[in-house]
Nanobody, 120 residues
Framework: VQLQASGGGLVQPGGSLRLSCAASGFTLDYYAIGWFRQAPGKEREGVSCFSSDDRNTYYAGSVKGRFTISRDNAKNTVFLQMNSLKPEDTAVYYC??????????????WGKGTQVTVSS
């Protein structure tokens, strides 16, 4: 079971990035998939989540309206489209999966992070 996050990089404020989270060893469609981030000196926080039990999507207030989570079941991949990026979005971003299918519980599998840096 593996999750591989990619797509991070350096972008100017106001720019966009799309992160990808590719799963192998299991089928994403049956899992809740979440994106989390951790900035230096700060605790990890949830950014967005797509639940498989009720097909809802969830967003942190700080990213609502700017980030969009989506999934491509054929590619077994989840995406996080990040627009209007701000310096405070700078962090290592992780994707994670929950067997329960719910975004409200803990995550069972974690991928390695991808660095997102927003700076001019």
């Amino acid at each position: 079971v593996q999750l591989q996050a990619s797509g991070g990089g350096l972008v100017q404020p106001g720019g966009s990035l799309r992160l990808s989270c590719a799963a192998s060893g299991f089928t994403l469609d049956y899992y809740a998939i979440g994106w989390f981030r951790q900035a230096p000196g700060k605790e990890r926080e949830g950014v967005s989540c797509f639940s498989s039990d009720d097909r809802n999507t969830y967003y942190a207030g700080s990213v609502k309206g700017r980030f969009t989570i989506s999934r491509d079941n054929a590619k077994n991949t989840v995406f996080l489209q990040m627009n209007s990026l701000k310096p405070e979005d700078t962090a290592v971003y992780y994707c994670a999966a929950a067997r329960s299918g719910s975004c409200l519980g803990g995550m069972d599998y974690w991928g390695k992070g991808t660095q997102v840096t927003v700076s001019s």
